[in-house]
């Protein structure tokens, strides 16, 4: 809780240090992975930020977060083809989200 506080508080990347050591002692909770995952791409981690929204994204396939911050994490990566498949799975869950479409555009 202390990183989801923090992090509210103090924006994206603040309290990752808590979500990571807490993601060390549940692995497979989805939730936690696509926070860190979350706050490793506001950091510009991408490149952390990719395994762990890829395993909340698998853990709970309706987290659309996920996959739209996939999407845009292979874009920053230069990988238009797997960046345009992620926004089009997040599009499918949320067809009425105004961000993913704008980023799918």
Request: charged letters at 25%.
């Amino acid at each position: 809780l202390l990183g989801l506080a923090k992090r509210h508080l103090g924006g994206e990347r603040a309290g990752l240090p808590e979500l990571e050591r807490a993601l060390t002692l549940d692995p497979e909770n989805s939730n936690l992975l696509f926070d860190v995952g979350s706050g490793r791409f506001h950091a510009d981690d991408f490149d952390g930020a990719i395994p762990c929204l890829t395993r909340a994204f698998e853990a709970d396939p309706r987290l659309t977060g996920a996959a739209h911050l996939l999407g845009l994490a292979m874009r920053q990566r230069g990988d238009d083809t797997a960046a345009a498949a992620w926004l089009e799975r997040a599009a499918a869950l949320a067809p009425d989200s105004a961000f993913v479409l704008y980023d799918l555009a």
